[in-house]
């Protein structure tokens, strides 16, 4: 053991006063600090533009809805509340649709801001720094950890030491782990700092889970490109041959293949109609609903008779056919894009970011949530408007048929507001879970890998 | 002396390692890439010319100006095959009506909103990826490289110039990464002239071979950051340290960071430009109101086709005199008033146009001092495919738009005719059954429906727009885009080569100069 940690404290010695350490712990602080700059800035702007649209869209509500039948055509337009944690994982939400607008009966997706993103990869988050950079960092400290022993003579030394190979192993293993842990823990919590100066309010119990969980994949992600490096290491001949393959290896995992998925989406499986099909598509099934019946007497007329019952039903389901549509496609384009991610996870890279996201609840994850609390508020407004006319009592109850609910004017003030709900600690942990177990395995692999190439190794 | 070192370090790099993998690798991804991306460019050619068939076809069959409405297609360049930019992110087509400057593009492959995750590697991103890495793996060692191994100390004792010896690294280096990526675009070119459907533009190859040119002075300027590293390093692996660092910075942080910053500067802007619209949307409506209200108008019953969502209508044939002259008028000032509210709008729009472009040219300007960056927005500028492309589409929308707007006024389109395709007078037959529901509606006596003459009317009307005739628009001006002259694009991309080539006029200069000073001697 005490030869283990001799081994350790050598290792982590020569690293940390490396030149390299030097180089990239001053690039990644620096890159770090100005993310945390120019990110406080977007989110202040983001929050000013989200409590705006809330308080215009409350307002909107009140006036609108002066009597009860108003209430069912009152469109909310409500925005997805933009969150700190997506310093730590942005999950591309700003090319995404802001949120719903909503109505009683249906919901339609508001596009996402017109100028997104200059068609860029990743936005500055924590995420996208550990994705790229420090991936490219823990490569750099080991993609000579055992050649360079070999090419100085020193591996055969501590070899015939009677140092086990597999000691040897892993200590070069936790020596990088640690060495890459220092930059990162200062650097995290630096950020931290810097974000809650501007105001951000950070230091909260969700937010330290969500850190922690980011902290445990980081440390799994990197952990995969330490031990590739270490097996590029003893894979190439000599220093120079394991750079050209580290290099490789990065530029495929973590630049090429998170690319690769996209054109799939062409696929005639993941493939959806334009928003004007999409619409015209509802519209006819809709009044496909009518034609149904048309032959039955469903003529609106006094409030007991049958036809007019037919009608109110026969209206109903066509409302609920029109909007089938739009969620059977907003489904559809949720699956695609999750059968793709599913497809990027070739990818340790790809795989790092959709489990930060997840564990972060940002991104596809906060759409979907938001989107079944928007559904629950839907039904929340319908008991409501139901509860109201109720207590009309010249009003025929007859929803949602506007002819035949009560138009009187009611407290406009009772009528519910949406509250968006951060994600339970579980949900996101489950979400995340998947992901991280697909990095675990990686690095299983690459560890299984790296310790049987290892063992065969020629020091000589 | 030189042409010896040259060949040396040609050869060298040629039968490298790193050489061979870097060129296996780009040549498959540049495979896989154009593949795919040529792909859906067919695919976005497909829908073009669906689109501009069916555009076509409506035109061909429009009942009333009411209906107008052009819908004009982006025809897509086949260089985005190459350099994507923003065209393939982006709709295809925009719809023209008197109502609304166009100022976003609808449409196009990107139906699923949630998309944008994804994106896809292209030539640029192989050059930016692999070639980089290559151009820094052959300059990172070749100063403090060969001082290791001795051979600096020997070549330098041998009367080498070091002058020489640098061009001729320089040089060597250079070929080398000619021939690595005249593979990959020889090999994209060959796929695409032997993939079917997939025309090649005039011009093609000469934008093709300029954008090869970009890649090469991009790359160049790499290797001679690798060599001034080199010679100021003590060993190459430092200078590897060093120049990765570099790379890391310049494709990815400080373009992400420089992208942010810009893109918040922009939606601040944005907020208050959102702001005006609304504000002038509002005022829009208030004035459409006032408008119809100002007309003093005898209530009546009417016949018409209403489609609020497309702001169309038809109005029945068979309407009373009182109704017919009503819309007569009203079209007159609302439409109009729609006009000068769209003008107003896109006023607005060009004036927040005008300070995002103020922003970008700043981006620009810092995106230019980073040769990747540079480079990149060479290529699409060449290419066409970048935001100032898509911005030139809308300026020749604005311009037709005009034309559109005075061949109506010729047409006096805003009069009746505008919603009411049929003849003033009404047939005798029909007249007496007008007559009748005139009569029940002053009366007032029940419901209108139940008088029978009012199902009559109905079902006249249906057989009446049968009857209309589309609206002959042969002499309509067609919008014909016009892609840059070579010359303009010339004008668009000349500083960021320009930048480049001072790049690398500089940092050859700066490696002479450390190189003068370098020690060659070995370290023992």
Redesign the interface.
């Known amino acids: 053991m005490t030869m283990f940690r001799h081994l350790l404290t050598r290792q982590l010695a020569e690293d940390i006063t490396s ?2 350490f030097q ?2 712990a001053v ?1 990644i602080l620096a ?1 770090l600090v ?2 945390a700059i ?2 406080s ?2 989110h202040h ?1 983001r929050l ?2 989200f409590s705006r649209s809330a308080i215009e869209n409350s307002q909107h509500l009140r006036s609108s809805a002066s009597s009860l039948v108003n209430l069912i055509w009152t469109k909310q337009t409500i925005l997805m509340e933009p969150q700190g944690v997506r310093f730590i994982s942005d999950g ?1 939400e700003g ?3 802001q949120g719903l607008a909503v109505t009683m009966l249906g919901t339609r ?1 508001v ?14 988050d924590l995420t ?1 720094v550990v994705q ?2 420090f991936s ?1 960092f823990a490569l ?1 400290l080991t993609f000579n950890a055992v050649s360079y022993e070999k090419e100085k003579g020193t591996l055969r030394l501590l070899l015939s030491n009677s140092v086990l190979r597999t000691k040897f192993l892993l200590a070069k293993y936790l020596g990088a782990v640690m060495t890459v842990g220092i930059p990162f823990v200062i650097g995290l919590i630096l950020c931290l700092v810097l974000i809650s100066l501007r105001d951000i309010p950070i230091f909260s119990g969700g937010v330290m889970t969500v850190v922690l969980l980011f902290v445990m994949i980081s440390l799994l992600y990197l952990s995969f490109f330490i031990l590739l490096g270490l097996f590029c290491s003893t894979a190439g ?1 000599g ?3 394991s ?3 580290c ?2 290896c990065w ?2 995992v973590v ?2 293949l998170p ?5 799939l ?2 696929l005639r499986t ?7 099909t999409i619409a015209e598509e509802a519209r006819l099934a809709g009044r496909e609903v009518w034609n149904r019946h048309k032959g039955e007497s469903i003529i609106a007329g006094s409030p007991e008779a049958d036809s007019t019952k037919l009608n109110v039903k026969v209206m109903n389901e066509a409302t609920q056919a029109e909007e089938g549509v739009y969620d059977h496609y907003l489904d559809k ?2 699956r ?2 999750k059968t ?2 599913a497809a ?1 996870c070739v990818s340790p890279a790809s795989l790092f970011e959709y489990a930060t996201s997840a564990a972060a609840g940002t ?2 994850a906060h ?1 979907a949530r938001f989107r079944s609390q928007v559904v629950q508020y839907q039904n929340d407004l319908i008991r409501f408007f139901k509860a109201q006319d109720m207590q009309d009592k010249e009003s025929p109850h007859l929803y949602f048929h506007p002819d035949y609910v009560s138009k009187k004017s009611f407290d406009s003030s009772a009528i519910p507001e949406f509250r968006e709900r951060g994600p339970r600690l579980l949900e996101r942990a489950k979400d995340a879970a998947a992901y991280g177990a697909g990095l675990i395995l990686y690095n299983a692999i690459m560890f299984g890998i790296v310790f049987i190439r290892f063992q065969t190794y020629d020091v000589r | 002396m030189i042409r010896t070192l040259i060949r040396r370090e040609f050869l060298d790099n040629l039968l490298s390692f790193k050489f061979i993998a870097c060129v296996l690798v780009a040549i498959v991804l540049t495979a896989i890439s154009t593949v795919i991306l040529a792909d859906n460019y067919r695919d976005r050619l497909d829908d073009y010319s669906k689109g501009m068939a069916s555009a076509r076809e409506a035109l061909s069959k429009v009942p009333a100006y009411s209906f107008l409405a052009v819908n004009i297609y982006e025809k897509p360049s086949t260089l985005s095959i190459f350099a994507p930019g923003i065209e393939s992110k982006s709709g295809s087509f925009v719809t023209l009506t008197h109502r609304e400057i166009p100022s976003f593009l609808k449409g196009g492959l990107k139906k699923n909103e949630f998309a944008s995750i994804f994106s896809f590697f292209d030539l640029s991103s192989i050059v930016i990826g692999i070639f980089s890495i290559l151009a820094i793996l052959l300059a990172y060692g070749s100063i403090s490289g060969e001082k290791e191994s001795g051979v600096l100390s020997l070549a330098l004792s041998n009367a080498v110039p070091r002058a020489e010896f640098l061009v001729g690294k320089y040089l060597g280096g250079i070929i080398s990464l000619a021939v690595a990526v005249l593979c990959c675009f020889l090999g994209g070119s060959l796929i695409l002239l032997f993939s079917k459907s997939v025309a090649l533009e005039a011009g093609f190859f000469l934008s093709f071979l300029l954008i090869y040119l970009f890649s090469l002075l991009y790359l160049s300027s790499v290797l001679l950051l690798g060599i001034l590293v080199s010679s100021l390093t003590k060993s190459s692996f430092q200078s590897l340290i060093v120049i990765l660092a570099f790379y890391l910075a310049a494709v990815f942080l400080l373009p992400l960071a420089i992208n942010s910053a810009a893109d918040g500067a922009s939606t601040r802007k944005a907020r208050n430009y959102d702001r005006n619209i609304d504000a002038l949307l509002n005022e829009r409506s208030a004035s459409l109101e006032r408008a119809t209200l100002g007309i003093p108008v005898k209530r009546t019953w009417a016949f018409m086709k209403w489609d609020t969502q497309t702001d169309t209508v038809i109005l029945g044939r068979l309407n009373p005199p009182e109704t017919i002259a009503h819309y007569e008028s009203l079209f007159e000032r609302t439409e109009k008033l729609k006009e000068e509210y769209a003008l107003r709008i896109h006023t607005l729009r060009e004036e927040d146009v005008r300070v995002r472009e103020k922003i970008d040219r700043v981006r620009n300007a810092v995106l230019t001092l980073l040769p990747p960056s540079c480079f990149v927005r060479a290529a699409e500028l060449e290419a066409g495919t970048g935001r100032e492309a898509q911005h030139r589409f809308f300026q020749q929308v604005n311009a037709y738009w005009h034309q559109y707007v005075r061949y109506l006024d010729e047409k006096n389109a805003f009069s009746l005719s505008y919603a009411y395709p049929y003849p003033r007078e009404l047939p005798a037959s029909d007249k007496v059954l007008v007559d009748e529901i005139q009569r029940v509606f002053a009366e007032k006596k029940g419901p209108l429906w139940a008088s029978p003459a009012f199902g009559e009317i109905g079902k006249r009307n249906k057989k009446h727009e049968q009857e209309i005739r589309p609206l002959d628009l042969g002499d309509m001006p067609a919008f014909v885009y016009r892609r840059d002259e070579f010359a303009q694009r010339l004008r668009a991309w000349f500083v960021n080569v320009l930048v480049l080539a001072g790049d690398n006029l500089l940092l050859f200069a700066l490696a002479y100069f450390a190189f003068a000073r370098y020690d060659p001697r070995m370290e023992i």
Do not use: C, W
């Not at chain 1, 596009?111 to 500055?124: C, K, N, Q, V, W």
């Open positions: 030149f390299r180089v990239y690039l890159s100005a993310f120019i990110f800035g977007q702007g000013e533009d591309h090319q995404m649709p997706m596009p996402e801001p017109a100028d997104s993103g200059t068609a860029m990869l990743s936005s500055p996208s790229i950079v490219f750099v001949r220093s120079k041959g750079l050209v393959l290099l490789l530029v495929l630049v090429i690319k690769s998925a996209g054109p989406l062409h993941f493939s959806v109609p334009t928003g004007e384009k949720i695609a894009v793709l991610m990027n991104g596809l759409f």
